[in-house]
């Protein structure tokens, strides 16, 4: 198996996506600032090119991740150490032509990607919120943002062959 950098550059662009129609003034924008103690000034003043280049590198970190999270396969591929060579043996490629494409479908990959939202993203936003002091509409909107996210990622990653 190989990595698929382009399925997880696009999954990682996609929170763009998501984040400019989640924190749309018109969705969740004016709430999350209120809630989040930032004014319109505060964020003119960020420097966005920035911004927007390190989420993207984020986000791509949290796409290596969430790769061996929806797709099946790694787990058989990691049990062989990681490399199919003549030392592998004939019931690794017989389990790989049976069911190498089994589950790889953007349903089976969303549903893990919201999994891993909402037993990881969720919990550790949680946390930081409870010893920032913020709100739980701070929360519910930081953390189901990041739960779509997943949700989306997963099933460009688990579906992208």
């Known amino acids: 198996m190989e990595i698929n950098f382009l399925a997880l550059f696009?999954?990682?662009?996609?929170?763009l996506v998501i984040g400019?129609?989640?924190?749309?003034?018109?969705?969740?924008?004016?709430i999350w600032?209120?809630?989040?103690?930032?004014?319109?000034?505060?964020?003119?003043?960020?420097?966005?090119?920035?911004?927007?280049?390190?989420?993207?590198?984020?986000?791509?970190?949290?796409?290596?991740?969430?790769?061996?999270l929806t797709i099946h396969q790694w787990g058989a591929f990691g049990?062989?150490?990681?490399?199919?060579?003549?030392?592998?043996?004939?019931?690794?490629?017989a389990f790989m032509n049976d069911?190498?494409?089994?589950?790889r479908t953007f349903k089976h990959g969303a549903l893990h990607g919201f999994l891993a939202g909402l037993f990881l993203a969720f919990p550790m936003i949680a946390t930081n919120a409870l010893f920032e002091r913020k709100s739980w509409k701070y929360t519910f909107i930081n953390s189901g943002y990041w739960m779509i996210?997943?949700?989306?990622?997963?099933?460009?990653?688990?579906?992208?062959?």
């Open 33 to 68: 600032m209120k809630e989040s103690g930032l004014t319109e000034e505060k964020i003119k003043g960020a420097n966005m090119p920035l911004i927007f280049i390190m989420a993207v590198f984020f986000a791509f970190l949290i796409a290596m991740i969430l790769q061996f």
């Open 149 to 161: 996210c997943f949700t989306i990622m997963g099933g460009i990653i688990c579906a992208w062959q």
């Open 20 to 30: 400019c129609i989640w924190y749309n003034p018109k969705v969740f924008g004016t």
């Open 79 to 93: 049990m062989i150490g990681g490399e199919n060579t003549t030392e592998t043996k004939p019931s690794y490629t």
């Open 10 to 15: 696009v999954a990682a662009l996609s929170t």
């Open 99 to 103: 069911y190498g494409t089994t589950f």
